[in-house]
């Protein structure tokens, strides 16, 4: 009767130290579920929209379509998850492999850097990190702000991405 | 413990779920690529192609030792004297001979490359590239199942000049005391005359060379080799057994930024005009790039 009474807490207490530790990993687990879905759509997002800008006539073009194609991308991948925000769409002219290429033609080679940005919202984020003030899982604020980035060489002549040579008809 | 199996089952849950939506992201990115790729091979092999026969429409440009000597228009004078062979008259058609098999062969060659880079070549690259744009562990190619492109799409839309050609003869008269003279005889008395029906002249722009753009669309059914095993434990997340069909579209052009390289029909009335045609453009040459695939998607 003695030893009953003795083992009577053991079971709930045992469930309680597992519920302790299993609880936050699973929720863990869900999180970075999440986080690793919004880079597989931002990835995506930003492929899209660099996809888009190599193939325009000028910057200002590249930099709105970019955007376009980006938010698009990004809005149809996440549909229904409301724990994604996207955010801008940098389109920034760069040099491949840091290097001042030319074509045989003596025009520069350049490609355009696209980095998708988003905001990804964390659960319990105060249990995650309590410090507020660092950058990501700051206690008091539960979104982290990240990117996706995309590098594409962009189409050399834009004269000719509707035509074949300067007299010839559109395609 | 049930609560211990709930919770396991609701994580797997989770990690089937982005297993599945993993593939499908990267399936469609890895087919945008292979898409994009395939596009700018098939303008890759137009544009060699284009410059490659450019060259050789250039020497059948030439008048005089080829076909550009084209007065009539219609009537191509090919005028390479013979040496003298001796004797009081000496009349011949050798070089004539040599000159036609050399202007056949250049015709021919130029066939055959029409044929590989306007043609089934092309194609299996396109298809080849797509294909391997990736590979499964086992080392066979897991990329697109194949690729569509309009009917024709391939062709290089060149059109074969036709006219009659006139291998011109010799007669070299040496009278003693006079010295040798050169008299140059036309086909029907010495030399050879290739008719209009047989006579192939240089290449030139068909209606629609100014369409060197092709689009490609990459395709990968749901039933691909690749996608067995997906989606991963469909029934439990309710999408069945039922993948995803996956398509991406890219289009890429030749384009030369000095000119078309080949004549049209009416440039070939003048003579000389596929040696000129090739000077104009040969500068930028034919080269390759992506394009918009329409202009309303601009992508």
């Not at chain 1, 940005?117 to 105060?126: D, G, V």
């Not at chain 2, 219609?74 to 013979?82: A, F, G, K, T």
């Amino acid at each position: 009767m003695n030893k009953i009474k003795k083992e009577s807490g053991q079971a709930v207490l045992e469930t309680f130290v597992v519920l302790i530790v299993l609880i936050p990993a699973i929720f863990a687990v869900i999180q970075l579920s999440i986080i690793a879905f919004g880079a597989i759509a931002a990835y995506d997002a930003a492929q899209s929209a660099n996809r888009s800008a190599i193939i325009q006539s000028n910057d200002n073009f590249a930099k709105q379509n970019a955007a376009l194609s980006g938010i698009y991308v990004m809005s149809t991948q996440i549909s229904g998850a409301n724990n994604i925000i996207p955010g801008t769409v940098d389109t920034c002219t760069v040099i491949p492999a840091g290097k001042q290429m030319t074509d045989h033609e003596g025009n520069s080679i350049y490609a355009y850097d696209v980095t998708q940005n988003y905001l990804q919202k964390i659960m319990f984020s105060s249990l995650v990190n309590p410090l507020p003030g660092s950058q990501y899982f700051s206690g008091g604020i539960n979104v982290m702000s990240c990117s996706a980035n995309s590098r594409m060489v962009r189409s050399p002549d834009p004269t000719y991405r509707t035509k074949a040579y300067s007299n010839a008809n559109p395609w | 413990m049930p609560l211990f199996v709930m919770c396991i089952f609701v994580l797997c849950l989770f990690w089937f779920a982005l297993i599945n939506l993993g593939k499908l992201v990267k399936d469609r990115m890895m087919m945008q690529n292979a898409a994009d790729n395939a596009a700018v091979s098939v303008a890759v092999m137009r544009a060699r192609g284009l410059n490659a026969m450019g060259a050789i429409n250039a020497y059948l440009g030439l008048p005089g030792v080829a076909l550009g000597g084209n007065v009539p228009a219609d009537i191509s004078h090919v005028i390479i004297p013979c040496s003298n062979h001796g004797g009081l008259v000496s009349i011949c058609n050798c070089q004539a001979k040599k000159a036609e098999t050399m202007i056949r062969g250049l015709v021919r060659l130029q066939e055959h490359m029409n044929m590989t880079y306007g043609g089934g070549t092309t194609q299996l690259v396109a298809e080849k590239v797509a294909r391997n744009q990736e590979f499964d562990f086992q080392g066979n190619p897991s990329g697109a199942d194949g690729i569509l492109v309009d009917p024709g799409a391939f062709s290089l839309h060149l059109n074969r000049n036709m006219g009659e050609i006139w291998y011109w003869g010799t007669m070299w008269l040496n009278i003693p005391f006079c010295g040798p003279e050169l008299f140059l005889l036309p086909p029907q008395v010495k030399g050879i005359l290739v008719n209009k029906k047989d006579g192939k002249r240089w290449l030139e722009q068909r209606s629609d060379f100014h369409k060197q753009r092709i689009k490609i669309i990459a395709y990968k059914n749901a039933g691909s080799d690749s996608n067995k095993g997906y989606p991963f434990a469909g029934k439990l997340l309710g999408l069945g057994n039922k993948w995803f069909d996956t398509r991406a579209i890219a289009a890429a052009a030749a384009y030369n930024t000095k000119g078309a390289m080949f004549p049209t029909s009416g440039d070939g009335n003048y003579p000389a005009a596929a040696l000129i045609k090739y000077f104009e453009a040969c500068t930028g040459g034919w080269e390759a790039h992506l394009v918009p695939s329409t202009p309303e998607t601009r992508h």
